[in-house]
């Protein structure tokens, strides 16, 4: 079955960085486009950046453009979110899963306990 785990999460200031992992299991990793999506406190989850099976094609929502950096380790079966200048906006918890491009919704209906991403002074 589908295995999503996410680490890295932590307290941060704004300004400051985290570099959140995934590792997934259960499916062929290098064959799905990949993506992080995050909730925050009373919100819905929403999408945040994808990227395609090789790296080549990377897509993020415009509240991250510039900021976070999302790669991958086909080898490793892993995602990465490398994220920078962090805001208090940015604070939720953050999840990985493949990713429907068509409509950025994920393409597994489970997901991981995922990581939380507190940004604070």
């Known amino acids: 079955q589908v295995q999503l785990v996410e680490s890295g999460g932590g307290l941060v200031q704004p300004g400051g960085s985290l570099r959140l992992s995934c590792t997934a299991s259960?499916?062929?990793?290098?064959?799905?486009?990949m993506g992080w999506f995050r909730q925050a406190q009373g919100k819905e989850r929403e999408f945040v950046a994808h990227i395609s099976l090789s790296g080549n094609f990377i897509y993020y929502v415009d509240s991250v453009k510039g900021r976070f950096t999302i790669s991958r380790d086909n080898a490793k079966n892993t995602v990465y979110l490398q994220m920078n200048s962090l805001k208090p906006e940015d604070t939720a918890v953050y999840y990985c899963?493949?990713?429907?491009?068509?409509?950025?919704?994920?393409?597994?209906?489970?997901w991981g306990q995922g990581t939380q991403v507190t940004v604070s002074s």
């Open positions: 259960g499916f062929t990793f290098s064959s799905y486009y």
């Open positions: 899963n493949a990713v429907n491009t068509g409509n950025l919704a994920a393409r597994f209906g489970s």
